[in-house]
């Protein structure tokens, strides 16, 4: 589809280990977006990615977290020696160009992340 | 220190009545504000937008007011319909150093009775 993709849709993993997360933006836009969306909680800002320029990670919320994107497309969110607490839903988005007015942002379907 | 805050996580309406989900914001620097909508096991999808210069801004069922002074906006939804049930989070943009950061609410989750 032309939408917003991201793989995979579940993982489970055990304390300790690390994970990569996968977000396919829609062809064109510009930006891109990760977040993460704890249980009851709302959206939590991560990084943000804007064509070639520095990524804005000052959502990161510690050094075991990193990301990715390939020009303007795939990016990957790295959470190295997951911890319990970072059990969540992470979610990608991706926009046209920011610049250009309001800056409407496209979701993907997310990722439910278990760390047993 | 959430600059976007939702204060009502819950909201239960009779079909066919208005709904008005709420929104409160302490930074006066936002530009954009936003409303998303979210269904169980989806990402949020795009529901309106009101720029920081305009007052209101109406798409049909939904209206978006801005009061500027109170840093307070809403979302009015009339007529209401059961598919409306879903959590709306409420989004607010800044123009920061390198580009553009949206802060989002906590959410409120709407329920419309038939």
């Known amino acids: 589809g032309a939408g917003v993709s991201q793989s995979p849709s579940n993982k489970v993993t055990e304390k300790g280990k690390d994970v990569e997360l996968r977000c396919d933006p829609i062809s064109g836009h510009t930006a891109l977006y990760w977040y993460r969306q704890r249980l009851g909680q709302g959206l939590e800002f991560l990084i943000y990615f804007q064509g070639n320029s520095a990524p804005d990670k000052s959502g990161l919320p510690s050094d075991r977290f990193s990301a990715e994107r390939t020009g303007e497309s795939v990016s990957t969110l790295t959470i190295q020696r997951t911890q319990q607490e970072d059990s969540a839903v992470y979610l990608c988005?991706?926009?046209?160009?920011?610049?250009?007015?309001?800056?409407?942002?496209?979701f993907g379907p997310g990722t439910r992340l278990t760390v047993l | 220190d959430q600059q976007v805050k939702q204060n009502s996580p819950s909201l239960s309406v009779q079909e066919g009545r208005i709904s008005i989900l709420n929104c409160d914001y302490t930074n006066s620097m936002f530009d954009y504000f936003l409303w998303y909508k979210k269904y169980p096991a989806e990402g949020p999808t795009f529901l309106i937008s009101i720029s920081s210069i305009k007052d209101k801004n109406e798409d049909g069922r939904f209206t978006v007011f801005l009061n500027k002074s109170a840093k307070h906006l809403s979302l009015h939804i009339v007529p209401s319909q059961p598919g409306d049930s879903a959590v709306y989070f409420c989004a607010a943009r800044s123009i920061n150093t390198g580009g553009f950061k949206t802060i989002f609410g906590a959410g409120t989750r709407l329920f419309v009775k038939a």
């Open positions: 988005a991706s926009s046209v160009n920011p610049g250009l007015g309001v800056d409407e942002q496209f």
